[in-house]
T-cell receptor
């Protein structure tokens, strides 16, 4: 069974630009969560999607948004990039919402903002 | 109240040693406590998890000890091997409406010397 696939793996943007990251969950998994990982703040929850609806949202500004498609694939978008947005963005999938914490993570998309 | 405090930040042991990583939480609504292992360039992977109605859980060389009254839990790695060198994250999960989110500790970088 293929794991969680994230694209692109690496990208470099400049301040003010926007970026879209993509996540394909494990087949059959309907819940997709996004996390931001930085050396200073660690792993922080961004949002969770299930059945194309955002079910939970972390404490991030409105510049961070996401969506989920009918095939459970998800995208997240960051607009008006700031230097502090440089991070590893991790997508995680699970079978269903309300899971027990058994998330399966992808390898992440590493964003560098110059 | 949503924080999970993890210590130590880094840990170096000899092969065969028993590293212990500790975590503490405040939110009594947390009801599921997973540990994740992350190798460089990879996403976190679920290692072992415990619920608060159990005081200890073992899976292979990995053991979680849970102290509900103290709101603390810890990971022990028996007979540690160089291949265990990784970053370990404790986490706590609580239901939030119909959704769940994981609150992660800050991580412990473990090095097992050969």
């Amino acid at each position: 069974k293929a794991g969680v696939t994230q694209t692109p793996r690496y990208l470099i943007k400049t301040r003010g630009q926007q970026v879209t990251l993509s996540c394909s969950p494990i087949s059959g998994h309907r819940s997709v969560s996004w996390y931001q990982q930085t050396p200073g703040q660690g792993l922080q929850f961004l949002f969770e999607y299930f059945s194309e609806t955002q079910r939970n949202k972390g404490n991030f500004p409105g510049r961070f948004s996401g969506r989920q498609f009918s095939n459970s694939r998800s995208e997240m978008n960051v607009s008006t990039l700031e230097l502090g947005d440089s991070a590893l963005y991790l997508c995680a999938s699970s079978f269903r919402i309300g899971n027990t914490g058994e998330l399966f993570f992808g390898e992440g998309s590493r964003l560098t903002v110059l | 109240q949503q924080q999970v405090k993890q210590s130590p930040q880094s840990l170096i042991v000899q092969k065969g040693g028993i590293p212990i990583i500790n975590c503490a939480y405040e939110n009594t609504a947390f009801d599921y406590f997973p540990w994740y292992q992350q190798f460089p360039g990879k996403g976190p992977a679920l290692l072992i998890a415990i619920r608060p109605d159990v005081s200890e859980k073992k899976e292979g060389r990995f053991t979680i000890s849970f102290n509900k009254s103290a709101k603390q839990f810890s990971l022990h790695i028996m007979d540690s091997q160089p291949g265990d060198s990784a970053t370990y994250f404790c986490a706590a999960s609580n239901p939030s409406g119909s959704a769940r989110q994981l609150t992660f500790g800050s991580g412990t970088q473990l090095t097992v010397l050969p």
